[in-house]
């Protein structure tokens, strides 16, 4: 799937004005959800996704600034938080709402079930939380 194709329906799912808007939700979701999730499995959505979407997923991976100790725990499993703080989270990179970050955040991560493989979308879910699972498509979020 290339980058526009994937904003565009980012746009569409989220009923977003304009392409601006639907890359600041892909850039705000990827980078919060790498934040959540392992390196690695990171590291294979990025290997999936277009170039521009990956780097939201990679800058993250490599950015971590912590002690060497702390970012190698941290990473291996993903920083651990709720709901409500990846809804922050998402909201305050796209500079909307909780709500609306919350509805483009499943947005995006809608798209991304079509644009993976279903494989990598399992592996997502599994080390995602209940209530974060819950903003991807129901049948993925019934498999975690």
Do not use: C, N
């Amino acid at each position: 799937m290339r980058y526009e194709e994937l904003t565009g329906q980012v746009q569409a799912h989220a009923a977003l004005p304009d392409r601006q808007a639907a890359e600041r939700a892909v850039r705000a979701t990827l980078e919060t959800l790498a934040e959540r999730i392992p390196d690695g499995v990171a590291d294979h959505l990025a290997a999936q996704l277009p170039g521009e979407a990956a780097e939201s997923l990679r800058r993250v991976v490599a950015g971590d600034e912590t002690s060497p100790a702390r970012r190698a725990d941290a990473r291996s499993r993903g920083e651990p938080f709720d709901l409500t703080a990846f809804a922050g989270r998402v909201a305050w990179r796209s500079r909307t709402s909780e709500e609306s970050a919350v509805r483009e955040a499943t947005a995006v991560l809608e798209v991304l079930d079509a644009a993976v493989s279903p494989e990598l979308m399992l592996k997502v879910g599994h080390v995602l939380p209940p209530d974060i699972r819950e903003l991807l498509p129901s049948a993925r979020a019934a498999e975690g």
